[in-house]
């Protein structure tokens, strides 16, 4: 048995991975398999249709709200959010939580102005800084966040309060759909779908209408949200076998009992390697306890050739994927919702072996 803990492209539930396995050669019996079907199909309508119906039960939002299928990554919504709502008279907001947060201000201040209100660079992104009332100005464009911080394992734990009249956009490419949120307090909300929800190959984009519809003008079609509204997604030909597989993972969450179902295994995935980590020392959690992550779990221990031996180890085990991300080092373990309880059980039980066999 192998255990996948890299943090995307990522484990898919089991089951999804057996369903798109028996509908691959012929889907619904009609004789022809979906990663072949025209995009404008009426089986490929149902299932897009499908998948928004899904993201729409599962966040609660309304009709004000857009859902939408786009390409380029989480990377081509950090050029996108400020060509669309970054005038050049105003000043987005940034919260500097890591190296993904500091490349949409990057990207950012190639567009505009960006004031980066909150950071942890100077503590490592150990934790995900309070943001007091006053922290952003009342006339800024936009607040940025980015809810889950894939490698230094840090996680809001509850959505910032912002000024009514500041929109709010979160990067929740790794944790989306992983725990029941307010989404309706989000203007926009993006995510790959390579961790939770399927392949990579599709950005996931929940946003306002109104504020779509507020987006500066004469940006090029594919850049510029209203295309995509306007368009259904299908404004150019969308990635159809990853939202095929996005609509197989929302309807696994569905069937788990929803977002709240998902995020109480989630918890306890988490709470037991943390448990592990806070045990004796042996192994030091990279995360300040307030800000953990219920999905990367980022730990040390004592010394760089043990790290690298436990990675090598754990693989030998079919523990894959546990080495950190290359800009920190250490270990990593990514639990998103598609990684079995039984899974993390395997980790847990090598680490304490581990710390044994280290004397
Ligand atoms: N944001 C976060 C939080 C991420 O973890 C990643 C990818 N690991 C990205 C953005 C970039 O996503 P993509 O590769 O889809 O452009």
């Given amino acids: 048995m192998t255990y996948n803990f890299n943090a995307g492209p990522a484990t898919i539930p089991a089951t999804v991975m057996e369903r798109a396995r028996g509908e691959f050669i012929d889907y619904a019996n009609c004789g022809y398999g979906i990663i072949e079907a025209s995009h404008r199909s009426a089986e490929f309508e149902e299932i897009i249709a499908r998948a928004e119906g899904n993201v729409r039960e599962l966040t609660g939002i309304g009709d004000d709200f857009a859902v939408l299928f786009l390409q380029g990554g989480a990377s081509t919504q950090f050029a996108m959010i400020p060509m669309n709502f970054l005038p050049p008279d105003r000043t987005a907001a940034y919260v500097d939580t890591g190296l993904w947060s500091g490349k949409a201000v990057k990207e950012a201040r190639k567009i505009g102005h960006v004031a980066v209100v909150a ?55 790794s944790d989306i759909l992983s725990r029941p949120l307010p989404f309706e307090s989000f203007d926009l909300v993006y995510a790959g779908a390579q961790k939770n929800l399927g392949p990579s190959g599709v950005t996931l984009v929940i946003v306002c209408r109104d504020l779509a519809e507020s987006g500066a003008a004469n940006l090029p079609s594919m850049l510029d949200y209203r295309t995509h509204i306007k368009g259904d997604s299908l404004y150019n030909t969308p990635p159809t076998f990853a939202i095929y597989m996005m609509a197989l993972v929302t309807d696994w969450i569905c069937e788990q009992g929803g977002l709240s179902a998902v995020a109480e295994v989630n918890r306890r995935k988490a709470a037991d390697i943390y448990g592990c980590i806070d045990h004796d020392g042996f192994y030091r959690g990279r995360a300040r306890t307030d800000s953990r992550s219920a999905m990367n779990v980022c730990f040390n221990l004592p010394t760089a050739a043990q790290e690298a031996a436990f990675v090598e180890a754990a693989a030998a085990s079919g523990l894959i994927g546990l080495k950190g991300h290359r800009s920190v080092g250490g270990i990593r373990a990514s639990i998103y919702n598609g990684m079995p309880p039984a899974g993390v059980n395997a980790l847990v039980d090598f680490m304490q072996e581990f710390r044994r066999s280290q004397g």
């Fill in 119 to 173: 950071g942890t660079a100077d503590a490592d992104y150990d934790h995900i800084p309070e943001l007091p009332a006053g922290t952003v100005a009342t006339d800024a464009a936009y607040l940025h966040i980015t809810t889950n911080n894939t490698i230094c394992g840090t996680q809001y734990q509850a959505v910032p309060e912002v000024p009514d009249c500041v929109p709010l956009f979160a990067d929740m490419s």
